[in-house]
């Protein structure tokens, strides 16, 4: 499918919903991915929101489910934050990266290539967790998806600016270290 400009390549997503997300409206992808942060938001907040609906997990693993959950939150936090300060001053929310960048695989980008999705999935999962809420999880199960089409586009860039990035995608799992 492709979401730009007719001279794009096409994207390959693992979802067929993912890639609606930019698409909604024609050209809402935007110049540096703006469309896939707007999509992000929204999603995030529906993943929040749905913590707090529906059925709740089976009393017997709530307990379980509540510390496992605090570590998720606390490790995924952990991971994002150490993506975002390896970047450093290339940080930027939009999946284009800024002018300038250089390819960072210092710090926990040698163990997974996006980080930062990484660690806001897991801290997805843990929030879900926390709360106990089937529904939760389920949407934190939809940002898997999500994040996993908004990174393959954001490598498509990636490929565009750095020559040596297909090397490093070849070595570097993308979401999960050592898995995926």
């Known amino acids: 499918m492709n979401l730009g400009a007719p001279n794009r390549a096409p994207m390959r997503f693992g979802a067929?919903?993912?890639?609606?997300?930019?698409?909604?409206?024609?050209?809402?992808?935007g110049s540096?991915?703006?469309?896939?942060?707007?999509?992000?938001?929204?999603?995030?907040?529906?993943?929040?929101?749905?913590t707090?609906?529906?059925?709740r997990?089976?009393?017997?693993?709530?307990?379980?489910?509540?510390?496992?959950?605090?570590?998720?939150?606390?490790?995924?936090s952990g991971l994002l934050l150490a993506?975002?300060?390896?970047?450093?001053?290339?940080l930027t929310p939009l999946p284009r990266p800024k002018a300038g960048a250089r390819l960072v695989r210092s710090g926990p980008y040698q163990i997974v290539r996006h980080p930062i999705y990484s660690g806001l999935l897991i801290a997805a999962f843990g929030w879900a967790l926390l709360h106990g809420r089937w529904l939760g999880l389920l949407a934190a199960a939809s940002l898997?998806?999500?994040?996993?089409?908004?990174?393959t586009r954001e490598e498509?860039?990636?490929?565009?600016?750095?020559?040596?990035?297909?090397?490093y995608r070849?070595?570097?799992?993308?979401?999960?270290?050592?898995?995926?």
């Open 52 to 55: 707090f609906l529906g059925p």
């Open 144 to 151: 898997v998806h999500f994040f996993d089409a908004k990174a």
């Open 170 to 180: 070849e070595q570097v799992s993308k979401l999960l270290p050592g898995v995926y």
């Open 32 to 50: 540096r991915g703006e469309g896939w942060v707007a999509a992000q938001a929204l999603l995030l907040l529906a993943n929040g929101a749905a």
């Open 83 to 90: 993506g975002g300060w390896s970047l450093g001053r290339d």
């Open 156 to 167: 498509a860039w990636l490929v565009e600016r750095f020559p040596d990035y297909p090397a």
């Open 16 to 29: 067929p919903f993912c890639t609606a997300c930019p698409a909604l409206l024609p050209g809402f992808e």
């Open 57 to 76: 997990l089976p009393p017997a693993v709530r307990v379980l489910a509540r510390l496992l959950g605090l570590g998720a939150i606390l490790g995924g």
